[in-house]
């Protein structure tokens, strides 16, 4: 059975980002993966790394569930809108809060580092309001997804980080948003055959 976590980065509830991870969840129910699901706004936790790196806070014990979740899992799916060409910043503070040293990389006395989440695989779903692909690619250079897929998943060690651009949303309608539905349902299938070779 396949080991998948999805992680959405957005903060309400009742948005799109979590019609598209549920999708994603019951397709790989359906499929046979083994699911574990973090929705980032519903969990309590400071978001502020207050020290930085100078001195280590204390894990809510609804961050030491999202890590123990991550380190269980085979492969990643990350879902997050697009906020000011990043992510939202309940879903940095998640990432700064629990990507830290000896957790998911450590540096030697050089200063040359190595991911602690290797042998794990990765899917990003980036959703944007007015932005379409094109606009983000050409004129963005794929900002967000550098931030999150090359400055943060790579450098902890996860490899074959597919992604997806959703948008933009503003402009479709709701048979749009049902055929984007069902493409995220067969990425769940996809990425079950992924994680399978790793």
Request: charged share 20%; proline share 4%.
């Amino acid at each position: 059975m396949k080991k998948i976590v999805v992680i959405n980065g957005h903060p309400d509830s009742d948005s799109f980002n979590e019609a598209l991870a549920q999708s994603y969840i019951k397709s790989s129910l359906t499929n046979g993966a083994d699911i574990r699901y973090v929705a980032i706004g519903a969990l309590n936790f400071n978001p502020n790394l207050q020290f930085g790196y100078r001195q280590r806070m204390d894990l809510e014990p609804d961050l030491v569930k999202a890590f123990e979740d991550i380190q269980w899992s085979q492969h990643q799916v990350w879902i997050h809108p697009l906020w000011r060409m990043g992510m939202p910043a309940i879903m940095k503070g998640f990432i700064d809060r629990l990507f830290l040293p000896g957790l998911a990389f450590k540096s030697d006395k050089n200063g040359i580092s190595t991911g602690l989440l290797s042998s794990k695989t990765a899917r990003i779903i980036t959703t944007s309001g007015d932005l379409s692909l094109d606009t983000y690619e050409e004129i963005y250079h794929s900002c967000g997804l550098v931030q999150l897929g090359k400055g943060i998943l790579r450098y902890c060690g996860v490899s074959s980080i597919q992604s997806v651009f959703i948008g933009p949303l503003h402009h479709m309608d709701r048979f749009d948003r049902a055929k984007y539905l069902e493409y995220t349902a067969s990425m769940a299938f996809n990425d079950i055959n992924i994680t399978s070779s790793t």
